[in-house]
Every structure is written in C-alpha cells, then in structure tokens.
C-alpha cells in the first residue's frame, strides 16, 4: 500500500480501532518524553517522528492489560487507540488566550491531516466523531474525564475555527477529502448514521447568534447566506454522521449541524415507535451552550452573561 506521507514500514499491522488527536504542550522538535507519549508525531515543520511501536497500545492477552511502554497519551483511553500529536504550543494558555512560543503551524497541521488518513486507511478506522477525536473531545464525547486538557480548542494560525467540536470536525472533514482525493485502493470508510429517529422529522435551530446554514454536510462547505437565528422550524430529509440535510420555512435548503438543534417531532419509525428522549433533548441543549460559550472565549461580559440568561430561560422550558 502506497501512502501519503507515513512509512508503512513503521506502522505494525494489529487491530486499532481509533485515533486520539494530540499537541505535545512542548517545543516544535520532538523530545525523549514526547516520542514515549505517543505513537505517531508531526513537528513544526512537518516532519514525522515515529515514537512508541503501535503495537504496545493493544491489550496483552496474557494479562489483559496494555503492554508494557504503550503510549500514555489519553486518561484511562489508551487501548486500541494511536495516539498522534502536533509537537508545540510550549508557554501557551487557555484564557486568556495565548499562543506560547512554539505555536502550532499550517504546514504542521496538513502533514498532521495526512498522516490521519494514512492511519486511518492502514487500520481501517472509520472517520466519526467517536473514533477520531481531539483529546478535548474525549470527555464531552466518550464520557473519560480528562482533568481540563484542551488540545486542540484553538489554532494559532486560524482564529476563525474555535472550540473542540469545530477544531475536531474541520480535522475529520479533512481527513476525508484526503481519502477522496487521494484515490484510495481500499473502501472509504463510512461515517456512522444518526440515531434513527431524525430523518423526516422536525427540528428547531438552538445556537446563537445564529447556526450555519451550508450547502453539503461539513464545514468545509460554503456557508448559505448569514445563517439561521434561534427558533427556526426546519423539516429534516437525511442525517450524514452529525449532519442534517433540512428544508426552512422558506423553502431553502442545506445542509446544519445536528448538535445546534433540538428535534421536536420525529417521523415514527417501523415497528419502533421512537419518541424524542428529553434528556437527550437537554443533554444536546447544554452541550450546545457550552460550545457556544466556548466558541464566544474570550468575549465581552454582555455577551456573556446574556447568553447565561438564554440559557436560564430554556432551561426553565424544559423542567
Ligand atoms: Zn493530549
């Protein structure tokens, strides 16, 4: 198998089932400590670095632990899971925000990008929000508490991309028109469908100040017009991985995020009746709201203590 960038020499053939996406907190060149952390590492250049054997990050079937020196990249989610990582952001801070000294690069993040698909194609891992996530991902997604690590929620040569679900969504659509463009031997892997329930129902848009509306499933898509404010009523046709194909009242159509809005009404399924579960509903409320507040950081303190008072009051909506 011919790759883009990775040597597939150095990647063992064992079962992986996904990718923990990483940035080392250190300097631009890979150290001792950071090839013991990881599996796979892209320095500030782009160069790759191979650290510990993927084959370590696999349970021991005599003790049914990880082998011994696995890769120690993500709390309690090491197991079947290649950790990779951008080497840099030495000194940088959350809020207020500051890049450090060593930031992460463009040419960093798209040697990143492709290595991702490379690894993606050799262990035919498919490309979905829970197997290919940013370490920022992994507790808001998986439910692994992870002690506040917030890699990767900014990019330091993109402010316009911001938060761990954008940053982690702009990596994965990435990796995809990678495998498209780059014609691979093997099937493309698939992403994984909404819950059933969705498709032919009814949804209201939540974010605010309002929720990107665009033309295909994925941020690399064109934006339609300025978006859509809070409380419009769409009629949902398809679901692709997180994304929704929806008609507005208007009549347009386009594609939103599935996590911006709150499905009020689903067409009964055969046989399974689903009914829209309520603590889902409020589950994707909050979780909506945290994303928003993260997307907002750092913002004025009107701005957010206005979104504290929506969210107060569609809190109250619900109980
Ligand atoms: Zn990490």
Redesign the pocket.
């Known amino acids: 198998m011919s790759l883009r960038i990775l040597d597939a020499g150095r990647l063992a053939r064992v079962p992986m089932t996904g990718i923990r996406g ?1 940035w080392t907190g250190g300097g631009h060149k890979a150290n001792a400590k950071d090839l013991q952390h990881y599996n796979v590492l892209t320095e500030g250049d782009g160069a790759i670095q191979y650290g510990v054997d993927i084959a370590l990050n696999r349970t021991n079937p005599a003790t049914g632990r990880l082998f011994d020196g696995y890769a120690a ?2 709390l309690n989610n090491n197991t079947n899971n290649i950790g990779q990582t951008m080497c840099g952001m030495l000194g940088a801070r959350e809020a207020p925000w500051h890049p450090g000294t060593q930031p992460l690069t463009l040419v960093q993040w798209n040697r990143f990008v492709m290595a991702t698909a490379d690894l993606a194609e050799v262990f035919k891992i498919p490309v979905t929000r829970k197997t290919i996530l940013f ?1 920022a991902e992994v507790q808001p997604t998986l439910g692994i508490a992870q002690r506040g ?1 917030w ?1 990767v929620v900014r990019l330091p040569f993109d402010e316009s991309v911001r938060g761990a679900h954008a940053i982690g969504d702009k990596w994965r659509d990435e990796v995809l028109s990678a495998l498209r463009g780059n014609g691979p031997s093997e099937p493309l892997p698939v992403r994984e469908p909404l819950p059933a329930g969705f498709e032919g129902g009814t949804a209201i848009t939540m974010a605010r100040p309002h929720l990107n509306f665009r033309r295909g499933p994925g941020v690399i898509h064109e934006r339609i017009g300025d978006g859509l404010p809070p409380g419009v009523t769409l009629t949902v046709f398809e679901a692709q991985s997180d994304w929704l194909k929806v008609r507005t009242p208007n009549g347009h159509d386009g594609w939103v995020h599935g996590g911006y809005v709150q499905m009020i009404d689903t067409a009964p399924a055969e046989g399974a009746g689903s009914v829209p579960d309520p603590i889902h509903t409020q589950f994707a409320a909050v979780r909506s709201f945290l994303d928003q507040v993260e997307a907002n950081l750092p913002a004025d303190r009107d701005t957010l203590s206005r979104m504290l008072r929506n969210m107060a009051s569609d809190l109250e909506t619900y109980s």
Request: hydrophobic share 0%; aromatic share 0%; glycine share 0%.
């Open positions: 990483h990249h993500t370490h690590k890699d």
